[in-house]
């Protein structure tokens, strides 16, 4: 069972939840006019079940990328915004449009001249991504994957299965999907077979729209197995569209037929070859050809937007390539938004490690001018603490650190840095009060995973424990957090090992997390894997603990922990794992009797 894990994006009011293959698309309300007075927007996010799959996280990694690089065209549904704060899974803000094409179908009667149209728009759309990201192939065109607005544009989206010539060279951009992938009635007989990717895919795929408008049903009917489709794709002849629709014209059986060929070479060879002659068949049927491409601007806050969500997917060099479209277009001796746009290719050069650039970009900088916010301000602090603290001047990063609070005390970011910033100086009083500051203000999985660092160096046991629960009930889709809330649970465990009735209390509620763990998209699996994990990080508690006792008593509190850790591992029905532990646990004691035995003769 999939429960969609709450999206706390406090810019966002959450409406409704869809559940897709890859994916839960929330449709939500921006608060405070943000992404200029939009009504609803859509938020896709990764399953979280399938966030702890590294190939697959890679791949909604490159989705977003693609996105945010796309901009904004009429024929393809426009990102506006991404995120990716660890441990959270990433998620996309798009533009909502209301249905697919295959709704849109469904409600409303569709003549010949609609089909041209909306399959001209696909190619628009395609065209245009050409452009953005040279050699994009979607590979999984279908009806559900067109939008159509309320006044009938076609809107290609979905990008999870694109293949792209080149990405940037940074590892979220890792290889693309291999092997057999689309939707089977959709599907182009080469990708039945593995065969290499080309664009004439996605023609073979529009051919197959194109079928299906014209003549109410798929180009081999209605077929229930991925074998029937890929026997059908692979060997039989499709029939002229005409047959089934005896209004559709001679040129547009032909134009179906060149693109559902079997073998690539014999199609339409490009998307555009394909949309010219749905336009060349327009002009001869109707007198007009279907209409030309619309273009697409991004405005000033669009692409501030859109650099940032390239540096939050980790694309510093992308996203400072629209920083730097924003400087071109602006009045940079006194407009803020100049301001704005040189700190974040500062920050995104820090981020990437581009030290020298970055402090050049930081010297053009002027905080004292009258358009700079406090927002900024404490931005502007915010990238001189990480510059120096990749300088190694952590005295200096403190310093600024405080700074970018006193400028933005209501912002959680930089309280959450000035909390790490006291952490890395041992003030771990001043880290816990800065961290808890931030998570008052945004409940953020980020923060939580810091405050437990912070109250594990201090050995604030059950105040760990307690936040960590606390934590799961917020995130409880998290296998960070989970890992969290298990190495805490033991370590108390450890310490009530003497009060039977605390230590059965800890014992239940972990017992009662971890089962219910798996109903929120986390596998069984890995489930156990944290428990045993957590297990052996922390069996050298005693070992590591006071070096001022003899070896003999520091193996006994070994031994000690890891007999409480069996007995927690007991409870929770590791039988296997308890017995290992407890195998351990008597190894070290025999050691730590020869250690004393030793000690008494020397």
Known sequence: MNVPPPLRANWLKQISVVEGGMAFVYICEPKDGFYEERQRVAVKRLKPSL?????????FLRECFLWMQAGAHPNIV?????????PEQPFVVLDYVPQSLRSWI????????????ICTEICFGLEYMQSVSPGFIHRDLKPEN???TSEGTAKVTDFGLAHVRALSSTSSSASAV???????????????????????IDVYAIGCILYELLAGAPVFGWLWSFEEWQTAHVVKAASPPSERNRKCPKSIDTIVLNCLQKRPLDRFRTVRELREALQAASLAEYGTPSQTSGSGTRSMSQLLLAGQGLHNLGYYTKGNEIFAEVLNTTDESTDGVAFLAKLKIADGCVRSGKITEAERYISWLDINTGDVSETDRALYFSVLAALSDVKGEDDLALKYCEEAVRHEPEGSAPWHNLAAAYKKANRLDDAEKAVRRALKISPNAKYFC??????FASKQHEAAWELSKHAIRLHPSSTTLLRYCAMSGFILEVHRTKDQHSFNDVASDMNRIMQDAPNHGIPVEKVNEIMMDSAESIMSIGQRGDQDQSKSDRLLARAKAMRSIADSLLKHGKAEAALSMLRKSHELIEEAENAEEHGRED
């Open 146 to 148: 067109v939008l159509v």
């Open 51 to 59: 966030g702890n799959d590294e190939k697959t996280e890679v791949l």
């Open 106 to 117: 469904k409600h409303k009667s569709l003549s010949i001249a609609d089909a041209f149209r």
């Open 178 to 200: 291999t092997g057999p992938a689309g939707t089977p009635p959709y599907m182009a007989p080469e990708q039945f077979l593995g065969e290499e990717s080309s664009e004439s």
């Open 450 to 455: 810091l405050a437990m660092d912070i109250l």
């Open 78 to 86: 426009s990102a506006l915004s991404a995120h990716e704060v660890r």
